[in-house]
C-alpha cells in the first residue's frame, strides 16, 4: 500500500491511517491531502489514528505540520482516536502537538468540526 | 581428605537417634518456635533434611555444595526459609534449623574416629563448612523471600494509590495522593489514558490535595500528563491547589496557564460540568 486513502464527507476530509506509517507514506500522504483540500475546498479534516500504534518523532511531526498546512487553506484539523501508549510517547518526545485539535473518536471529532464551522456561520 | 563416606554412614546408621538429639538442640537454641510451627511439623522437616542430606551425601562431593547432587537439598532448604519468612522466624532461627546441626553430628563423628586425630580434624572441617554454606543458603533465601515481598507491597502501593473515579457522564477524575515521582507518573498516566479509552470521557479532574509538595519535576510531570490526555482528546483540570503549593508554583517560575487550574475539586466540578453540557450538544452521546 503505497497511498492513505482521503474520503470526502461532506465539506470534510477523512483520513483513516490503517497501517504503520513509514516515511515515505507520511510524505505522500501530505501532498495528496493539500492538493485535495484546495481541490474539494474542504473545511475541516478528521485524521484518525486508531490504529496508529507505533509513532516516532518524524511522524509527531508530519501530524502536527499537517495540521499547519491544512489552517493555511482554511481547513481544521481534529486528530481522533490516539492510543494512549502513543500520546504517552509522543509527550515523552516533547511533541504535544500544540494547535492542533484532538477527539476521543470519530464521532466526537466530527462534532467538534460541526461546532466550529456552525459557530463560524452565525458570526 | 574427606569425602563424605564417614558421615553419611553416620547418618544412616543413627538417624532415629540423631533426630531426637537434633530436634533437642533445635529446641534448646531457640530455633523451634512452638508458637509459630507444630512439633510435629518441625519433626517431619527435620527427617526430610536428615535424607536429603544423606542421598546427596552418597552422590555428591561433599567439597561441592554447588553441584546438581546438591540440587534437592537447595531446593528443600529454599521451600524452608520462604515459608518460615513468611510464618514470621527471624533470619537467625531459620539458620540456626541448619546450624544446630552440628552438635549432635560432631559428637558422632568423635565417637566414630578416635585413632585418627587427623582424620577427625579433616572430618570435622569439611562437616562444618558444608553446614556453614547450607546454612548462608538458608538465610540468603530468606532475604530474597523478604525483598520479593516488599517489592510486592510497592507494586500493590503504587496501583492502589492512583485510582481513576467516574465522577459523571464524560467527567473522570484522578485523586492523587502521595508524592508523584517519575515512575508514579507513568502509572498514573496510563490509568488515566487507559480510562479515557474505556469511558470516552472528555474531561479529567486531576486533584492534587494529597500531593505534599509540588516542585519542578512534580509540575513537569502533571504537565506531561495533561499533555498526553490533551492528545488523545479530553481536557484536563488541576484541582487541590492548596495556598502553600501555589506560592511555591508562583515562586518555582512554573507556568501553568496553558491548563485550567482550580482550589477546590468542587469548583472544578462545576466547571466540568458546565463544559461538557456546552461543547457536546444534545445527542452527542457516546
Not at chain 1, 90 to 100: D, I, K, N, P, Q
Not at chain 2, 72 to 97: D, K, N, W, Y
Not at chain 2, 187 to 199: C, D, G
Not at chain 2, 267 to 277: N, P
Request: glycine share 6%; charged share 20%.
Amino acid at each position: 500500500m503505497d497511498r492513505i486513502p482521503i474520503l470526502k464527507m461532506g465539506r470534510f476530509l477523512l483520513v483513516t491511517i490503517q497501517v504503520d506509517m513509514h516515511d515515505q507514506l507520511a510524505l505522500t500522504l501530505q501532498d495528496d491531502l493539500t492538493s485535495r483540500i484546495v481541490a474539494s475546498q474542504a473545511r475541516g479534516v478528521l485524521i484518525d489514528i486508531s490504529s496508529l500504534e507505533i509513532v516516532d518523532s518524524f511522524i509527531g511531526r508530519m501530524i502536527s505540520n499537517i495540521a499547519g498546512m491544512a489552517r493555511v487553506l482554511d481547513a481544521e484539523t481534529v486528530v481522533v482516536g490516539m492510543q494512549p501508549a502513543v500520546a504517552i510517547t509522543l509527550v515523552e518526545l516533547g511533541l504535544s502537538l500544540e494547535g492542533v485539535r484532538t477527539a476521543l473518536n470519530v464521532d466526537k471529532g466530527m462534532l467538534l468540526l460541526q461546532a466550529s464551522l456552525d459557530a463560524e456561520g452565525a458570526q | 581428605m574427606a569425602s563424605g563416606q564417614v558421615l553419611q554412614q553416620i547418618i544412616s546408621k543413627t538417624q532415629k537417634e540423631l533426630l531426637a538429639e537434633w530436634l533437642q538442640t533445635q529446641a534448646a537454641d531457640g530455633a523451634s518456635r512452638p508458637d509459630l510451627m507444630k512439633e510435629s511439623e518441625l519433626r517431619e522437616q527435620s527427617r526430610e533434611f536428615l535424607s536429603l542430606l544423606q542421598d546427596a551425601l552418597r552422590v555428591g562431593e561433599l567439597g561441592n555444595v554447588a553441584g546438581s547432587a546438591w540440587s534437592p537439598v537447595h531446593e528443600f532448604l529454599a521451600g524452608i526459609s520462604r515459608s518460615r519468612a513468611i510464618q514470621g522466624f527471624s533470619p537467625g532461627e531459620t539458620a540456626t534449623f541448619v546450624f544446630s546441626l552440628k552438635k549432635p553430628l560432631f559428637a558422632r563423628l568423635r565417637r566414630e574416629i578416635t585413632q585418627d586425630a587427623q582424620a577427625l580434624a579433616d572430618e570435622l572441617w569439611a562437616t562444618t563448612l558444608l553446614l556453614d554454606q547450607l546454612g548462608l543458603y538458608t538465610t540468603d533465601t530468606y532475604q530474597k523471600t523478604r525483598e520479593e515481598v516488599i517489592a510486592r507491597q510497592q507494586q500493590e502501593l503504587l496501583e492502589l494509590s492512583t485510582p481513576v473515579v467516574s465522577l459523571w457522564k464524560d467527567i473522570l477524575a484522578l485523586p492523587l495522593i502521595g508524592t508523584l515521582d517519575s515512575a508514579r507518573t507513568q502509572v498514573v498516566m496510563e490509568s488515566l489514558l487507559q480510562k479515557i479509552v474505556e469511558t470516552g470521557a472528555a474531561i479529567a479532574i486531576i486533584d492534587i490535595t494529597g500531593v505534599p509538595t509540588v516542585d519542578t519535576l512534580v509540575a513537569q510531570h502533571l504537565l506531561k500528563t495533561v499533555a498526553a490526555a490533551r492528545l488523545m482528546g479530553a481536557d484536563c483540570i488541576i484541582s487541590g491547589i492548596r495556598p502553600q503549593i501555589a506560592q511555591t508554583i508562583v515562586h518555582l517560575g512554573v507556568d501553568l496557564s496553558a491548563v485550567t487550574t482550580k482550589a477546590t475539586l468542587a469548583d472544578a466540578f462545576l466547571i466540568a460540568l458546565k463544559r461538557t453540557q456546552s461543547t457536546l450538544p444534545k445527542g452527542a452521546a457516546g
